[in-house]
């Protein structure tokens, strides 16, 4: 079961009452999101790379909130994106219709095609943005070695999901990454970056969103 809350930046968020857990910070949505993914992960990565094609694996599609600023920051940029994200647990239209995201970004028809993009098929939203929805379990689906530049983990926090954040459902993504590839995530816990290290990524603790003391970056050496 899922309900809307309004957070304090004015965006939007979910609830999910089985869990007691939102799907983003109650001091902002929008803030947390441009934060950790959006800043520390795409922005950090385009200012270190030059490449043309970058790809993205989120885990975690949830509202469609990073996907949506993810395609809005790239949109007029020379890069192509493609776009892969993990879901187990998709909302309902009856749901992501009411969210104000796309009123307030001015990104309505965006963020349609985000929430009605067919599920494991290539969608293109933006002339250089393609969106891969997977409707499956990070523990259930089969990801190509090597293959991603950015990770966003965005699943439910440790202590609401533990399953997402063991260190075999860790060593699945870092097999996903090639090399100088990042790793972005809203959580700073200990046992988190010692997973991290131990699978060989450079750890870094950043300053958090508003509301958060910290966050994570990790970079995959060559």
């Given at each position: 079961m899922t309900e809307i809350i309004l957070t304090k930046d004015g965006s939007h968020s979910l609830l999910n009452t089985a869990l007691n857990e939102t799907y983003h910070s109650v001091h902002g949505a929008v803030q947390e999101s441009k934060h950790v993914f959006i800043n520390a992960g795409l922005d950090y990565f385009l200012q270190h790379h030059t490449q043309q094609q970058v790809s993205i694996l989120e885990i975690g599609?949830?509202?469609?909130?990073?996907?949506?600023?993810?395609?809005?920051?790239?949109?007029?940029?020379?890069?192509?994106?493609?776009?892969?994200?993990?879901?187990?647990?998709?909302?309902?239209?009856?749901?992501?219709?009411?969210?104000?995201?796309?009123?307030?970004?001015?990104?309505?028809h965006a963020f349609e095609l985000l929430h009605r993009a067919e599920w494991n098929s290539a969608v293109e939203v933006y002339h250089n943005f393609e969106l891969t929805k997977l409707h499956t379990t990070l523990q259930q689906v089969d990801l190509l070695p090597q293959s991603v530049d950015i990770v966003y983990f965005d699943a439910f926090a440790p202590s609401k999901q533990p399953e997402m954040w063991t260190l075999e459902m860790l060593r699945k993504v870092?097999?996903?990454?090639?090399?100088?590839?990042?790793?972005?995530?809203?959580?700073?816990?200990?046992?988190?970056?010692?997973?991290?290290?131990?699978l060989g990524l450079t750890v870094e603790t950043l300053a958090g969103p508003p509301g958060k003391k910290e966050m994570v970056r990790a970079v995959k050496p060559v």
């Open positions: 599609f949830g509202t469609g909130l990073n996907a949506l600023l993810t395609g809005q920051h790239v949109s007029n940029l020379p890069c192509q994106v493609k776009y892969i994200s993990l879901e187990a647990f998709p909302i309902g239209e009856t749901i992501w219709s009411k969210l104000n995201y796309a009123e307030a970004l001015n990104m309505q870092v097999c996903t990454m090639k090399p100088q590839s990042i790793f972005v995530t809203y959580c700073a816990k200990g046992q988190l970056k010692r997973d991290l290290k131990d």
